[in-house]
């Protein structure tokens, strides 16, 4: 089925970009440089002279509008519209970053806000101190471990960030030697929740989780302090981590032992973050990492020279480092094969891929793509979890 090329055109409001000497496009977000794709020789694509005549839409997913504003509270929602991205526009917009879970009428950010600490040292960390050390700490990718078809995998999404890092409160806080360490958000309600949400966010870190990922305390986003959607005051972000240890509306931190058990999130989300069942202790938690994935985001229908082609648009996202090696499979019985041109951006927590495809019969198709290392662990790939279906009338 084809839709109009409005979807692709209107409503752009992402960021704009400037031309750079040296073929390179760079914009500026919140103080980060970024570092755009660079442009490759017109002679190379295969696309040139042709005309876009529609995008395919993706089939047996959810069909909740897009970029919208859904239900409140723990029920709120909004599914980032991916088919809109493109190698100039890599930060998603504030107003069109996913939300899981939106600010409660509760939520009362009028009074001054700080962080209560529970441990020996009994202080608080005031929201005035977090935004003078707040720095810009480049673009980190979130995605929601429950990203799943019927949100059409639009849980994911890429923002500028500003904070502090928490391992350089720890010592402040006394919670240098702590085992774990917890960071709760505020989370008490207005309306029960219609979906079978959990409602109290919090997570549980080891020292060395909050060390090795980076993680810190944010205060701005997209150059902006943060909206109540987004968590603010503060929230914390972990990088290369799901969303579910994002924590919003941070209000305690403090210290647990060896033995405490996982917090409702850490256990509402055990299956989701590839936890062997429900483990009884936080300590015997892996960390919630995201390994390396990809899926297409958009199928555009040309006519070249008479003649239709496919480009197939993609991410490619999660790992510790960009994953360039990319294969290829339209349908279980046909083998994979390499994906066209992959484009990992500097500085870019997700890149673009595109693939030419010139399909040979009408019917369906199952658009998965793995990585041609097998020694790199990709859970969800392996699991086809971001399997995407087209079906096409006619090539
Ligand atoms: N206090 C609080 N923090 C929270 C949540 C929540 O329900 N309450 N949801 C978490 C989940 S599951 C995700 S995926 C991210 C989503 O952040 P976003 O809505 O800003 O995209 O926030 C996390 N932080
Ligand atoms: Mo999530």
Not at 27 to 49: K, M, N, S, W, Y
Not at 67 to 82: K, Q, S, V
Not at 321 to 336: H, K
Not at 374 to 389: E, H, K, M, N, W
């Amino acid at each position: 089925m084809l839709h109009s090329l409005d979807n692709l055109t209107t409503r752009r409001k992402w960021m704009g970009a400037t031309v750079l000497a040296g073929g390179a496009l760079a914009a500026t977000i919140g103080g980060v440089e970024l570092l755009r794709f660079r442009r490759t020789a017109a002679a190379e694509d295969p696309f040139q002279g042709g005309k876009l005549v529609g995008a395919l839409m993706f089939e047996d997913e959810g069909r909740a509008p897009l970029d919208t504003l859904l239900g409140d509270e723990l029920d709120g929602r909004r599914f980032t519209d991916l088919g809109r991205l493109d190698r100039d526009n890599l930060a998603t917009p504030t107003d069109l970053f996913y939300i899981r879970t939106r600010a409660s009428h509760l939520l009362d950010t009028s009074r001054p806000w700080s962080i209560r600490v529970s441990s020996p040292a009994a202080v608080r960390i005031r929201m005035d101190e977090l935004k003078a050390q707040a720095e810009p700490r480049g673009l980190h990718l979130m995605e929601c471990a429950g990203n799943t078809r019927a949100a059409r995998f639009g849980m994911i999404s890429v923002a500028a960030w500003d904070g502090v890092p928490l391992s350089r409160c720890l010592g402040r806080m006394r919670l240098e030697k702590a085992a774990g360490i917890l960071v709760s958000g505020f989370d008490r309600y207005a309306a029960k929740p219609l979906t079978p949400s959990v409602p109290g966010a919090s997570w549980i870190f080891s020292r060395h989780d909050i060390e090795n990922s980076g993680a810190f305390l944010a205060t701005r986003m997209n150059g902006e302090p943060l909206t109540p959607d987004h968590g603010a005051p503060v929230r914390l972000v972990v990088p290369g981590w799901y969303g579910c240890a994002c924590i919003k509306w941070v209000n305690m931190i403090g210290p647990v032992d060896e033995a405490a058990e996982p917090t409702s999130q850490m256990q509402e989300y055990a299956a989701r973050t590839h936890q062997r069942g429900m483990p009884a202790r936080a300590s015997e938690y892996q960390p919630a990492t995201i390994d390396p994935a990809a899926m297409p985001v958009r199928i555009e229908k040309w006519l070249v020279d008479g003649r239709v082609k496919f480009k197939v648009v993609g991410i490619v996202w999660g790992g510790s480092q960009p994953a360039d090696n990319l294969l290829i499979r339209f349908r279980p019985e046909e083998p994979y094969v390499p994906v066209s041109r992959v484009q990992p951006a500097a500085h870019s927590p997700w890149g673009l891929w595109t693939h030419v495809w010139t399909p040979r019969q009408p019917g369906v198709y199952r658009i998965r793509l793995r990585l041609a290392d097998p020694s790199i662990r990709t859970r969800r790939l392996d699991a086809g979890f971001y399997v995407r279906q087209v079906q096409l009338d006619q090539v």
